[in-house]
Structure formats: structure tokens, C-alpha cells
DNA sequence: GTTTATCGTATTTTT
DNA sequence: TACGATAAAC
């Protein structure tokens, strides 16, 4: 592919842009914002823009500096820089924030307390560690759990806070319990253990840039050019990053769109590029308007759901291939009557799809959160139609693949804690809490690490003879391996390790359900470790690049979250469970803040936008949520789409308004307020009748939400439209 | 001392 | 439902 594109006209690439777009690929000089709409074009201007910078010798490919946020983005972006420079691409420094600042740390890990090999955790053992000091110190903590104290200590990382320099008024609620102290603590800890955390990589890397002024000046000089993906998703910590890095050429790139701002929760702030012009002095903002992704009536459905939104830079998406006589399909609403329903007559549709010639790779499925891919996955295998849930629980996070590498990770550093408490039992060989206990105390007293701990203790007779000989085995085992180490590869000491604990027997031995998938999966990791020459090169890899290899393969329909979809696109859209406390998501609504309902709108604009020709909304009026019926209105998000661009279908026997009538359906009707005056007279104590629950009595009513005491079906939350007056 | 069973509770998004 | 913490059984 790199010789079919190459062979084109040296300038093909510069020509095909529009007057924007060229703009802001030759604008190279500077500080520059580029505002860039949904499918406007972003990352051809990118890769256009580093492949300019290149073509015109402005700077080495090693003085070109680009960051992203996910993986994906910073795969692709290599791959079409490559399409046009070819393999000058490969020195251009092109990653994640995480994976660049953790080259930057590799090379000076020294200068923040840690050692050239330290391990990067991931937040299983971030939280597991935190647990331990919290144990360890005895602190009180007024019942806040260690999940939320975990994500306080990040949140100050995002914004680039160490635990000496926290402000009274961050701790918040949280200010009656010394949480700085122990933040304190779990940094110390994570020093000790040679260990970072995702926030640490950035934190740390930010400390050595504020406290080396050569080394600054070393990266400053180095990156003549730096370009930033996804601007709306820095956080404050690396917003301080780029600015250090960035002060000498000031040729800083950023794109970015603050209608698709949707990770505040992870730091994010929106702020960053709301201020770009005034933080960077005689800088230049282009905006890119023109889609090229989806049909005119796709974008009047986003533009209008997006203009409820008050916070924003404000831009205008038009079709550049607009024209009034094509205006594209109009949106399909569908409301049915319950979750399963809802699956089936998504899969039917996609059915419908595919026997009109579209092929399954076209379709994805957004869902607002993981678990709603369930009921899809479910209906799609009894369709026989191939799917693939991306963003799912991934391939490096599955049980046995992190037990595997624990073990690596023990093998390859005898003070990894963390890993070795992992796997000390694992599989079950008779050492429990009470020897683990004593091989913590002792190390601590003597401040050794967990495994020479276990060792020292092997010298006397502190452990039952049992015990002991286990114990043995494991240590002499794991300085077989370490011989190993440099002399076999990756693979081969896995498949050792493997062998030698017995895995495998284990789970066969083991006739759950799911045993077998995780053989398949430790066969499918020992085969993935083949192209890596050194374990410690793996093991960076593993914590940086969490996704496993997406596989080409065949064709097959996408399910994501729509967090995971930003950034790519496919014909059909579907767009299920718009209902209120699913989408918007209930703790968007509990949330004091304003800006969380708006960053759920974003979340449906980035919905919205993927779609090149056909949108699918579908909302259900009951949901079974733990094994407890629940109804819930539509969206509100539905109430802000254009209703002349809405094909609405209403499920026989799902009553609107107490009519049965969908043609006479309109969006309107979904606000309460006009939705209150056609609607039959209920009153408490009143005898009704409902399709699936049968009859029963009113016992309280709010708003349109109605309490009813079934004969048959016990008490349920019941929306009124759905009751009717018994004959 | 270790393993298994039961109970109760908290449920987003991800580098 | 699914996981984690605690209680009973091996």
C-alpha cells in the first residue's frame, strides 16, 4: 500500500484539501488551533500537515512531536503519514501522552526517585495497593472507598498536583479525612516499589521538565514541531506538559473540537481549548466546517441537538456535498416496549441491511455503557450474525492473562510486590492470608521485597512443613526461570511458566463454562508474545497498549460504547436505549455540576456524527435492570431532534398519549408538560389495566410516573402512557 | 490455616 | 447480575 500511494503526484495530498484545510497545513509557524468539526477532515490535516512539514525540510522526522489520546489514533496516524512520506514516518515521534512521557521517563527515571526498570501499573493494582496502605496505616477514612479515594488521587494528578502542593479547598468532601497524607503514603509506596501509575507517567514527566532546566531545554530544542490530536481532552497536567515542552519554537498545532469533549470525567478540561488564544500570544484559530462524512439531514439532526449545549466556541457543520435534492434517509425513531424487543428489532433491521447489499462491517452499535451490549450480543448469535464488542473487558485484563504476567513480571524484577502477591497462590498451592501475613511483616521490618522476604523466611521454621515445601517449589522455580530469562524468548519462557505451574490442568480440571476460552487465550497470548524479542520490551507494551491486536478478519457488525466510538465512522448508526437515567446517564443528572448534562448531549452529538448515510434511535419504555423491571421515559435528547427529519415508529401496543394511533405521534408529545393535557384522568386508588402487568390499583403518582399495586405482578413503576382504563 | 459458601451491596465512560 | 467481604466448613 505505501508504494501505490507513493507513486502518486508528489503534491496529490496538498491538493485534494480544501482552502481551510490547506490553511491550516501551511500554517506551520506558531501557535495554532485548528477547530475541527465532526468528519471536517482532522486527521488528513494532520498527516498533511507533519507530511508538509517533511516535504519542505522545515524539520528532521525526529523533530516532529505528535500526540494522542488513544492508541488507535496514534496507529492510524502513523499508517497515513507513512502512506505519504513512507518510512521517514517510522522516527517521527508519534504516540499517546502516556507512551511519550513514558519514554521520557525510561531515559531519566533517576531524576524522580525510580530505577531504569520500573513497572508501569495498571488500576487493578493501583486500587489493590492502595487497599494495602490503607490496611497497613490503619487510617480512617469515614467509609469513603478506596475506589473513590483512588480516583481523588488521579484527579489531582490530572491536574498536575503533588501531594505537597494539593489546595485545602481540592479535598472537598473529602477534607475530613487526611487524604493528602494519603496520597502521600501511596506515592512513597509506589516509589519504593519501583512503580508509576497512568497519572504518575505524566506527573512525573512533568516534575522533570520543571526541575531540569537542561533537560527542558534538550526536549524544547528537539521538537521543532509539535502537533496535539483531540486538544478538548487534555487535562490540566498535560496542558502544562505541552506548554514547557512547546515554549521555544511556539510552533505548537492543536485540533480539537469542543462539541466532542466528552472524558471530564477523566480531567478533561474543555477550558484548555476555550483559552487557547489567550494563553498562546499571536496565535491563529481556523475552523474546519465542511463535513465530508454525513448526509445533510444527519447533521441538521446533530447541529440542532448540540445547540441546547451553552458552552460552547460555536460552529457551523455543513454538508460539502450537500445538495437540496439529496438530503440523505431521515432518522428512524423506534420506540418499543422493552429491552428485548428493542435487541430484536435492532437486529432485524441490520438483517434488512445486509440483504440490501450492505455489508456488516458498515454497522456499528453505540451504547452509552458497557454492559447494555449484553442484550445485542445475545440476539446476534441466535441471528447467527458475527459482531465484535470492542472496548469490552480487553485481551491484557482477563484473569489468566494478568496472572501470566505476574509471573513475568516477577520473574523479570524480583521487587514487584505487587505481582508476587498476585501470584503467590495462583494456582492454589496451600499459601493463604496468614502466610502471606507474615511474609509482609517480615518485610516490612526489614525492608526487603516480598519475595527475598519469603526467602529469608524459608531459612527457619516459621512456615508449617507443607507450606513450605510449596513455597520452595515456587522459588525455585522462579530462579529457574530467571536463567532462562536472556536465553529463550519471550514466548518459550511463558510456555515454561505455563507448564510449570500447571495451568493448563488446572482450568481443564476446572468444567466452567468459560475454562476452555482460557486455555484458547493463553494458547492466543503465548502466540502473540512471538514478536517480541525481550520480556521487558513486552511488558511496556502490555501496559501502554491495553487493546489487543484488532483483527482485520471478516465482516462483521461493531459494538462499542459511544467513549469509544469518537473518532471513527460507519454507514449505519444505531443508537439504542435513549431513554432518561440511561442516556443521559443518571449520574449526570444527580451531578451538581451543569456541565454534565451538556457533556451527555456531546456524548449524543458524537453519536450522531459517526454516521455517513443512515441513523437508527431506539428507546424502550421498561428495562430489566438487576433483575428488576424499571420504566423510563424517552430522552430528552429525542425531544431536541428536528422532527421533520424523524422517521418515527411506534410499537403496536406501546401507547403514546393513550393513543394507539403512531401516526399521530409527534416528538412534542414526549415533553411532560404538554404530554400532562392529553392524557386520561388517572387519580390515586383508580383501577387500571397494563399489557404486560394486567390489572391493578394506583397507589401514587408522580408527574407521569406511576406506582401501581398489581394483582399479579406485585408493585412496579409504571410510565401512565402505558395504562389504560379497563373496558 | 485454608478453602468454600453465603450474604449484601453497588452498579459509566478509559490512557 | 457480579463482585467483595465476612462466616462456616474442611
Redesign the pocket.
Known amino acids: 500500500m505505501l508504494i501505490d500511494i507513493k507513486n502518486r503526484q508528489p503534491k496529490d495530498w496538498l491538493n485534494i484539501l480544501n482552502p481551510e484545510q490547506r490553511d491550516a497545513v501551511e500554517t506551520t509557524e506558531g501557535p495554532l488551533l485548528v477547530l475541527s468539526g465532526a468528519g471536517t477532515g482532522k486527521t488528513r490535516v494532520l498527516t498533511s500537515r507533519i507530511a508538509f512539514i517533511l516535504e519542505r525540510n522545515l524539520s528532521k522526522p525526529w523533530e516532529v512531536l505528535a500526540v494522542t ?3 488507535r489514533a496514534a496507529k492510524e496516524m502513523q499508517l497515513r503519514v507513512g502512506n505519504i512520506v513512507g518510512s521517514v514516518a517510522d522516527s517521527i515521534w508519534i504516540g ?1 501522552f ?1 507512551s511519550i512521557a513514558a519514554k521520557i521517563l525510561r531515559k531519566y527515571p533517576k531524576l524522580v526517585g525510580l530505577e531504569n526498570d520500573f513497572t508501569i501499573l495498571d ?1 487493578d493494582d493501583q486500587l489493590r495497593l492502595l ?1 494495602q496502605i490503607i490496611e497497613d496505616n490503619r487510617f480512617d477514612l469515614n467509609n469513603f472507598s478506596p475506589k473513590i479515594l483512588m480516583s481523588w488521587i488521579q484527579f489531582c494528578k490530572d491536574k498536575g498536583l503533588a501531594p505537597e502542593n494539593v489546595p485545602f479547598e481540592m479535598m472537598g468532601e473529602l477534607s475530613i479525612c487526611n487524604v493528602t497524607d494519603l496520597y502521600s503514603k501511596y506515592q512513597d509506596k509506589l516509589r519504593s516499589l519501583n512503580c508509576v501509575d ?1 497519572g504518575d507517567l505524566l506527573l512525573h514527566c512533568l516534575n522533570i521538565f520543571r526541575d531540569n532546566e537542561e533537560v527542558l531545554r534538550n526536549y524544547q530544542d528537539k521538537f521543532k514541531y509539535i502537533l496535539v490530536d483531540e486538544y478538548q481532552d487534555t487535562n490540566v497536567c498535560q496542558y502544562l506538559w505541552l506548554r514547557l515542552i512547546s515554549q521555544k519554537y511556539r510552533n505548537l498545532c492543536c485540533v480539537g473540537d469542543d462539541d466532542q469533549s466528552i472524558y471530564s ?2 480531567g478533561a478540561e474543555v477550558e484548555n481549548i476555550l483559552r487557547f488564544e489567550n494563553d498562546y500570544e499571536n496565535s491563529k484559530v481556523i475552523r474546519l466546517e465542511r463535513n465530508y462524512r454525513s448526509t445533510p439531514n444527519i447533521l441538521y439532526a446533530a447541529s440542532s441537538l448540540i445547540s441546547n449545549n451553552k458552552e460552547r466556541l460555536g460552529k457551523n457543520l455543513t454538508a460539502a456535498n450537500s445538495n437540496d435534492h439529496e438530503k440523505g434517509d431521515k432518522l428512524t425513531l423506534r420506540g418499543v416496549w422493552d429491552g428485548e424487543q428493542e435487541a430484536l428489532w435492532l437486529v432485524s433491521e441490520v438483517e434488512s441491511l445486509q440483504t440490501r447489499g450492505n455489508l456488516l462491517s458498515s454497522i456499528a452499535v453505540l451504547v452509552r ?3 447494555q451490549t449484553l442484550e445485542f450480543e445475545e440476539k446476534f448469535i441466535n441471528a447467527a450474525i458475527p459482531y465484535r464488542v470492542f ?1 469490552g473487558p480487553r485481551f491484557y485484563e482477563r484473569l489468566e492473562i494478568k496472572d501470566i504476567i505476574a509471573y513475568l513480571r516477577c520473574v523479570c524484577s524480583d521487587r514487584d510486590d505487587l505481582a508476587f502477591e498476585r501470584i503467590i ?1 495462583k494456582p ?1 498451592r ?6 502471606l501475613k507474615k511474609i509482609r511483616t517480615n518485610s516490612r521490618v526489614y525492608g526487603v521485597s516480598l519475595m527475598q522476604s519469603s526467602r529469608d523466611l524459608l531459612e527457619t521454621d516459621e512456615f ?1 512443613p507443607q ?1 513450605k515445601k510449596n513455597l520452595n517449589l515456587l522459588l525455585v522455580f522462579f530462579s529457574e526461570w530467571r536463567k532462562n530469562l536472556n536465553s529463550s524468548t519471550p514466548a518459550d519462557l511463558v510456555n515454561k511458566i505455563i507448564e510449570d505451574i500447571g495451568y493448563i490442568e488446572i482450568l481443564q480440571k476446572d468444567s466452567s463454562q468459560d475454562s476452555q476460552g482460557r486455555i484458547d487465550n493463553l494458547r492466543e497470548f503465548s502466540r502473540s508474545l512471538e514478536d517480541w524479542d525481550t520480556v521487558k520490551s513486552f511488558l511496556d507494551h502490555v501496559s501502554l497498549v ?1 487493546e489487543n491486536e484488532v483483527k482485520l478478519t471478516n465482516n462483521f457488525v461493531t459494538i462499542m ?1 459511544l ?2 466510538a469518537k473518532g471513527s465512522e460507519f454507514d449505519n448508526i444505531f443508537l439504542p436505549g435513549w431513554e432518561e437515567d440511561v442516556f443521559p ?1 443518571r ?2 443528572l444527580d451531578e451538581k455540576r451543569v456541565g454534565a448534562l451538556e457533556e451527555e448531549r456531546r456524548l449524543a452529538y458524537v453519536g450522531l456524527t459517526r454516521a455517513r448515510k443512515k441513523v437508527y434511535i431506539s428507546y424502550a419504555a421498561n428495562r430489566r435492570v ?2 428488576q423491571w424499571q420504566s423510563n421515559l424517552p430522552s430528552r435528547f429525542l425531544s431536541e431532534l428536528p422532527n421533520e427529519i424523524l422517521d418515527i415508529i411506534t410499537e403496536t401496543g406501546v401507547f403514546i398519549g393513550g393513543k394507539q394511533d403512531s401516526s399521530s405521534f409527534n416528538i412534542s408529545d414526549l415533553d411532560q408538560d404538554k404530554y400532562q393535557k392529553n392524557k386520561i384522568n388517572l387519580s390515586v386508588g383508580i383501577r387500571i389495566f397494563h399489557q404486560k402487568f394486567g390489572y391493578g390499583k394506583i397507589i401514587s403518582i408522580d408527574n407521569n410516573k406511576l406506582s401501581i399495586k398489581f394483582e399479579k405482578a406485585g408493585t412496579k413503576k409504571v410510565l401512565s402512557s402505558f395504562v389504560e382504563l379497563p373496558p
Open positions: 489520546f488513544t492508541n499517546t502516556h488500576q487497599k497512568f470525567w477523566r455503557a458497557g454492559y472496548g497462590n492454589k496451600g499459601i493463604g492470608e496468614s502466610t508449617r507450606t491495553m460504547t467513549h469509544a446517564h449520574r449526570s438487576y433483575n
